[in-house]
């Protein structure tokens, strides 16, 4: 399914359970091996394992004016609180503190009644870093900023975009999300 040594996304899918074991920085589901972490993807020969290796050496801070990859993981009626992931551009994990949090207000130009109308609990989005200290803050306000990876809420299939709406291919469900303006066309090796 998915190139050797390549960098991937937590819930990017990298092998079959026919192929290959579930290793270290790996689940399966339904027969499906996929990332559960932020690192590179390679194949463990010797044991039949995929693997996703972290993204290591010497972790880097958060700061201000940072691109980042975050993966949403509470949504209230006037906030999401998501994890950053990763800094893009950057091969080093992040070190300390990695939990952002993005106002209704902030999430885009025009009005947000709820953030859940337009993001979803697991989704993995791109933001910009406004403020590290004393809490990390998130905007999502240009069209380069918003949600770049969703999951079908009903069988947590890949959304892929059809005109405007996103579709799972499984289940047929569509859903609405702020999505980037490069949905779907984003080469990995550029995050
Ligand atoms: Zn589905």
Redesign the pocket.
Known sequence: MMNEKKFVLPGDKLSTSEELLSGEGTFEEDGIILASQVGTYFVDSQHKKAKVKPLTSTPVILKRGDIVLAEIRMIRSSMIIADVIHIIGSKRAISGDTNGTLRVSEISKGYIKDPSDVFSLGDIFRAKVTQVKPSIQLETKDPQFGVIKAF?S????SLIKKDNILE?E????KERRLITNDFGIIDPNNL
């Open positions: 079908c009903k069988c947590r299939q799972c499984k289940c047929g469900n």
